[in-house]
Each structure stands twice: as C-alpha cells, then as structure tokens.
C-alpha cells in the first residue's frame, strides 16, 4: 500500500498504527495524523457523582484524544446539531412574535431564554464542524485523481464570463418579471423579497454553470467551496444583526440598546475566533489579534457602563498603536497571502483585530461629545 498523500504527522505514521490506507466512514480517524490510526479505550483519572469513570480514544501515534473519532458519529452529531438549531430558530421566532399574534404575556422572557438555547447549540455546531470538514477534506485529498493544471487565462476568462453573465441574466429576469407578473398589481414588500431571492438564485447558478463550462468540473467545485465558506461567514453575521433588531424591537425597554449590540455582535466574533484558531497553527498573530479584540471590548464595556471615561494620553496611545498595527498585521497579511495560507475566518479575523483601535477610538469621541 502506498503512502499517505495528506498525512498531518511530522514523524511517518508506522504500519501497524494505520488501520487503513483508504478513506472509511465507519474507521476512526485522527484529525492531528490525518490518517486511520489504531486508538487505545483509556479511563480519566477522575471519577463522577456516581463512581464511574469517562472513557476516552488515545490515538496510538499522536497520544492525543480528542483528535481521535469516528467521522460517522461527528456527521450524525453535525446533523443532529442542524436539525435543532432549525427547530430551535423556528420557536424563537414564534416566541418573540407570540405577543402579537396569540397575545402571549411573557413572549419577550421566553423568546429570550430560547435564543441562549439556539446560541449554546450553535456554539457547539461550530466547535464539532471543524473535525468534520477536516475528514472530507482528507477524503477529498485521497480519492479525487490528481487536480488538473489550468492555465491562469482560461481562469480568467471563465471569472470573466460569469461576472458578465451574472447581470445579464438578472436584468432578463427582472424585465421577464415586470412583464408578466407585476403588471398591473400592487407590489408588496415580502413580494419584492421573493423576487431579488429569485432573480439572484438564477443568475447565480447561470454564472457558476457558464464557469463550469469553461473552466472545468474541478475549479468549478472549488469556486462552489469558496462561496459556501463566504456565504456561511457572512450568514452568521446576518443571523447576529436579526438577533440584535429583534431583541431592540421586542425586548424589555429597561435594556439597554448598547449593551444588546455589544453582546450579539460578540457571538460572531467568538465564532471567528474559534475558527481561526482551529483552521491556524496557534501562531502569534493570531493571539495578537485576540488581544487586540478583547482590550477593545474591555474598553467599550468600560466605556458603557459609565465607570470610566478615556483622557487624551489615551487616544494617542489609539493613534500610535493603530500606526503599529497597520504596519505590522500589513506585512503578515502579506506573508500570508503569498504563501496561500490565508482562511476565511483569519481574514474576517484579521479585519477585525486591524479596525479595532478605530472602533473605539470612535466610540471614544462619541462619549466625549455626548459629556
């Protein structure tokens, strides 16, 4: 059998550790060997309320256990995870509105303690998806043929291509829709959503066909991929921004609208962090922009609960160390680029560590004008 393409390993994995060369399902896997590795069934030294000890896979090769799993369980959890985060939205959103629909007296209490549950669920979502993505991405690495080499213009022309295409087709559509559809009727609001959905739905998929056409099945996929990471990144910002509209619109006016934006806004940061903490190696830019983010949310809460107010030492302080950080993230995000190891979540992270001392140096001028 020959060797692994992908193995994650620094030191070769033995023979008789490897349970399979080929990618199983149902074999355990380690994410830190990236391999089918042989694990040991050990017991935690500590014991519960009822005597009993946790049981936990060790990977024979790594030694670590949490790296160790079986890639069916994580995807029947992943699913189970999306099943209930929906089910979950799904009540929330009956919640908030069952004031004004069924005349419910504690809608606001209730719709509240269902979004800490669908946080807490989808917390976990994003802290299981990693192991999972990282097994097919393995899966993909070992089974799909070697990646066809294409020439950087045919690249180009197909981008090219369903850029163009794209707004043609939507223009189409639009003038199709008005014609047939809205003549002569009143347009409604929910009715225009269905329509924009629609149109760019079209227009999408007519785009990414034209580029599958011209630049062949494989970049066509990995284009797909690369959507999905974007669109996923930005739904979980979107899904943030409703929280915070919806708790200003049916929560208690006793809250505060600084501190409802303050936390909803930190759940997709955590999300950020989390996953780029997984998706990078733990290197020092990464907790440099954790410090960053969290001596920015230190300031701002500070700052809202009316217990300190910034002098000018320190929004010099803001000006210079935003000199520092430009300069220094810009050579690193450089770095990172050229050697093609920049993920979606460390952009988004590398955004938001660069645009902190912005942030509050806004947020300090505000307070200052408001005194």
């Known amino acids: 059998m020959g060797a692994l ?47 009993r000890r946790s049981k936990i896979n060790v990977c024979n090769h790594c030694k670590r256990g949490l790296c160790w799993y079986r890639p069916c369980d994580m995807h029947r959890f992943n699913k189970w995870c999306v099943g209930c985060s929906l089910a979950i939205g799904l009540i929330t959103i009956l919640c908030f509105l069952s004031n004004k629909l069924f005349g419910f007296e504690y809608s ?61 087709v939507a223009y189409l559509c639009l003038i199709a ?30 785009s990414l066909l034209v580029l599958r056409i011209i630049a062949g099945k494989g970049y066509g996929r990995s284009v797909i991929r690369f959507i999905g990471r974007v669109y996923r990144a930005i739904s979980v910002w979107a899904i943030s921004f409703v929280a915070c509209v919806s708790l200003l619109e049916f929560g208690p006016s006793s809250w505060s609208w600084k501190w409802i934006a303050f936390a909803t806004f930190n759940v997709p940061i955590l999300i950020t962090l989390i996953r780029s903490y997984r998706l990078t190696e733990k290197q020092w830019d990464w907790w440099f922009l954790a410090f960053l983010i969290l001596h ?7 700052m809202f609960s009316d217990s300190w107010l ?5 929004v010099r302080g ?16 450089l770095y990172r680029a050229v ?22 140096f806004y947020l300090v001028l505000t307070q200052w004008h408001s005194q």
């Open 108 to 168: 606001t209490e209730t719709g509240v303690a269902s979004s800490a549950v669908l946080f807490v669920v989808l917390l976990v979502q994003g802290v299981c998806f990693p192991f999972h993505y990282k097994w097919r991405k393995w899966v993909r690495r070992q089974s799909s043929p070697e990646d066809t080499v294409i020439s950087t213009k045919r690249k180009f022309a197909a981008v090219t291509s369903s850029l163009i295409i794209f707004p043609m």
């Open 5 to 51: 393409r992908d193995s994650g390993s620094q030191t070769p994995i033995p023979e008789d550790l490897i349970a399979s060369h080929e990618p199983d399902f149902n074999l355990g896997w380690c994410s830190r060997c990236k391999a089918h590795t042989t694990a040991t069934l050990r017991y935690s030294k500590t014991t519960t309320s009822s005597g």
């Open 318 to 333: 803001l000006v210079y160390g935003q000199v520092f950080v430009l300069v220094t993230l810009g050579i690193c995000f």
């Open 339 to 360: 050697k093609k190891q920049m993920s979606i979540p460390l952009f988004v992270h590398y955004g938001l560590g660069t645009f902190t001392n912005t942030i509050v």
């Open 296 to 302: 920015a949310d230190v300031v701002i809460a500070l």
């Open 310 to 314: 910034p002098e000018l030492h320190f």
């Open 177 to 206: 829709l008005s014609h047939f559809v809205f003549l002569g009727h009143r347009i409604q609001p929910a009715a225009v959503a269905l329509v924009v959905f629609i149109i760019s739905t079209i227009s999408l998929l007519t």
